[in-house]
């Protein structure tokens, strides 16, 4: 039985595992949900000092802590720009990484210019404000992503999807315009990639097969894990082997 650890991604927490985990657990592996500072449960936390080095040490915090080793690290969405940094400092500690449909940077980007939603002077700018200690605190990416639903459901039970909108929370918006220390490719280690048709990340799965990382596809939409979680479980079993 194998020990996964999920990452999850902007807007959420580690409860949007829910589904997921019950499947793994049922199977007999040990599931792992940590929640970032700032998001979820941990919402009170938010502050414009946490970014991309507060979460990826939210993540080698728990590796140490759980005494975590020979890890199966599962990142989706935004938990992508995470991931790279964690395999740099805990490293050792895992197996191997499955990207869900996740953002996939280099080293030196800010998420928002990086996936057009803004220019990288203003993104440049706004993180410079926060150093200043002034400017949002949160992004208003769940609110964001609630508007998106009302034009393009997701391919989800309309009840699972309302489950999924009133649980979002913000995101920190450091993490959003922060440039990312370490990117993906730095990443030594084995990476899957499951790629969504219905997605704003296609651009990501470009730079996957860029990077020579194996792209299985998948029918769903970017929130798959929550609206597929049987579908995406089997593709990683799949993987994993």
């Known amino acids: 039985m ?4 999920l990452m ?41 000092d946490v970014g991309n080095e507060t979460h990826v040490t939210d993540i080698v ?3 140490h802590y759980e005494d975590l080793t020979d ?3 599962v990142a989706h969405s935004y938990a992508g720009t995470v991931a790279p940094g964690v395999l740099a400092q805990a490293g050792d500690r895992i197996r191997r990484v499955i990207y869900l449909d996740a953002i996939i940077p280099h080293a030196g980007e800010r998420i928002a210019s990086l996936l057009g939603f803004a220019s990288e002077e203003e993104m440049a700018g706004l993180d410079a404000m926060l150093d200043a200690g002034e400017g949002p605190i949160g992004s208003g990416v769940h609110e964001q992503q609630r508007a998106m639903a009302k034009e393009h459901p997701h391919m989800m039970d309309r009840d699972r999807e309302q489950w999924l909108l009133d649980h979002l929370s913000d995101q920190p918006m450091r993490a959003t315009c922060c440039l990312i220390p370490v990117g993906a490719e730095s990443i030594k280690h084995p990476v899957d990639y499951i790629a969504a048709k219905n997605t704003i990340m296609t651009a990501m ?23 597929d979680p ?10 994993v082997g």
Request: net charge positive.
């Open 2 to 5: 194998a020990t996964y650890l």
């Open 8 to 48: 999850h991604g902007g807007g959420m927490g580690g409860w949007t595992w829910k589904f997921m985990r019950e499947i793994l657990e049922a199977k007999g592996h040990k599931v792992f949900t940590p929640t970032f500072t700032g998001f979820g449960e941990r919402v009170h936390l938010i502050g414009r």
């Open 61 to 63: 915090n728990v590796l």
């Open 71 to 73: 890890v199966i690290l």
């Open 205 to 227: 799965h470009d730079r996957a097969r860029a990077l020579g990382w194996p792209v299985h596809d998948h029918p769903g939409d970017h929130a798959f894990n929550v609206g």
């Open 230 to 239: 049987e579908g995406v479980c089997d593709i990683i079993a799949k993987i």
